[in-house]
C-alpha cells in the first residue's frame, strides 16, 4: 500500500511540474514581452488553465501529509528556507496574477509576477537537489542545519530547472497564441533556451554522477531518464511543432528521475546511513493508507477529467487581448 500512494504522490507532483511549469515560465517571461496588449494575450493563453494547473500541488502536498508525514515532516525541516520562500512565491504568483488587471496599474504587478515565478522555479529545484544530495539526518529524526544549500550542485539543479520551466513558457505560447509577432518571438526563443537548457541537464547530471552521493542508488536509471529529459528539450528547439509536448515531458522526468534515483530511499540520512527513509519507514501506518484509498482516491480521475475537459474546451489560439481572464 505505501508503494502504491508513493506511486500517487509521484504521479501529483509530476502533473504540478509539468502543468504548472506553464504558469512559472509564462510569468518568468513576462517583463520581457512588451506592450500591455501583448502581455496580456500571453496572461490570457494560460488563463483558463491557471488556477487548475495549481491544483495538483494542493493535491500533492496532501498526500505527502496524510500518507508521509513522516517524510514531510523532515524533508521540510531539511529544507525549510526554501519551503517557506516557495510558498510565498506561490502565493504571490496567484494573487498578483488574479489582481493586475483589477486597477490602473496593472505594470506594477508585472515584476512580482516574475519574481515569484522565478523563485517557485528555483525552489522545486533546490528541493529536488536536496533530495540527491541527502540530509543530516540523524537518528533521532533530527535534521541539523542545510548543508545541501551551500552545495553548487544543489544549485546547478536549480537552474536546470529555472532554465526547463522558461523553455516550457516559450514553447507553450508559441504553440498557443495566433500568428504574430509575438508568437514568431516566442518561437525564436525557444529555439535559443533549448540547447542551454539541455546543456546545463546534461553537465549537472555529469556533477552528480562525479559525486555520486550515497542517496543515489539507482544511478543507471536516473541517467537514462536524465539523457531523456535533454533529447526531450533538444526536440523542442528543433522541432516547433512538437515543442510543447516535448517540454512537458522534459518538466515532468525530473520528477521520476530523482525519485527512480533514490528507491527505495526517499531521504537519505548524509551522517548516520541507518537513519535514511525509505518508503515504508516514511509511510503512516496500514489503517489510515486504506482510508485514504477509499475517501481519496476516487478523487483522482474527476481531478485529471476536468483538466482535460478544461484544456479541451479552452483548446483554440489565443487571437486578441480580452478582459477575460487577465
Known amino acids: 500500500m505505501s508503494t502504491f500512494w508513493y506511486g500517487i504522490l509521484g504521479m501529483l507532483f509530476v502533473l504540478y511540474f509539468a502543468l504548472g511549469g506553464l504558469d512559472q515560465g509564462v510569468a518568468m517571461l513576462l517583463p520581457t514581452i512588451g506592450g500591455d496588449a501583448d502581455r496580456r494575450r500571453a496572461l490570457n493563453a494560460i488563463g483558463p488553465m491557471f488556477l487548475g494547473n495549481e491544483v495538483w500541488i494542493v493535491g500533492a502536498i496532501g498526500v505527502l501529509v496524510a500518507a508521509f508525514p513522516r517524510l514531510e515532516g523532515e524533508l521540510f525541516g531539511a529544507a525549510y528556507p526554501v519551503i517557506v520562500v516557495t510558498l510565498m512565491a506561490l502565493l504571490a504568483l496567484n494573487a498578483a496574477v488574479q489582481l493586475r488587471s483589477r486597477g490602473r496599474r496593472r505594470g506594477l504587478f508585472d515584476p512580482l509576477i516574475a519574481v515569484s515565478g522565478l523563485a517557485l522555479a528555483l525552489g522545486w529545484g533546490l528541493l529536488l537537489g536536496t533530495l540527491l544530495h541527502g540530509v543530516p539526518l540523524t537518528a533521532d529524526g533530527h535534521v541539523h542545519g542545510f548543508p545541501a544549500l551551500r552545495d553548487p550542485l544543489v544549485w546547478g539543479t536549480a537552474l536546470a530547472n529555472v532554465l526547463l520551466v522558461l523553455t516550457h513558457g516559450a514553447a507553450f505560447l508559441t504553440w498557443r497564441l495566433d500568428d504574430g509577432p509575438l508568437r514568431e518571438r516566442m518561437r525564436r526563443r525557444t529555439a535559443r533556451l533549448a540547447p542551454a537548457a539541455a546543456a546545463v541537464v546534461l553537465l ?43 517540454t512537458l515531458v522534459a518538466c515532468a522526468l525530473p520528477v521520476v528521475a530523482v525519485a527512480s534515483a533514490l528507491y527505495p530511499g526517499v531521504l537519505a540520512s548524509t551522517v548516520d546511513p541507518g537513519a535514511t527513509v525509505t518508503v515504508d519507514d516514511a509511510a503512516a501506518g496500514g489503517d489510515t493508507l486504506r482510508l485514504l484509498a477509499f475517501g481519496a482516491a476516487p478523487l483522482l480521475p474527476v481531478l485529471v477529467a476536468v483538466q482535460v475537459s478544461c484544456w479541451w474546451l479552452f483548446r483554440r489560439r489565443e487571437r486578441v487581448p480580452t478582459p477575460l481572464y487577465w
Not at 210 to 226: H, M
Request: glycine letters at 6%.
Open 204 to 246: 549537472v547530471a555529469g556533477g552528480w554522477y562525479v559525486q555520486s552521493p550515497a542517496s543515489i542508488r539507482n544511478p543507471l536509471i536516473a541517467t537514462l531518464l536524465t539523457l531523456a529529459v535533454a533529447v526531450a528539450v533538444v526536440v523542442a528547439g528543433l522541432r516547433p511543432r512538437w515543442a510543447f509536448a516535448a
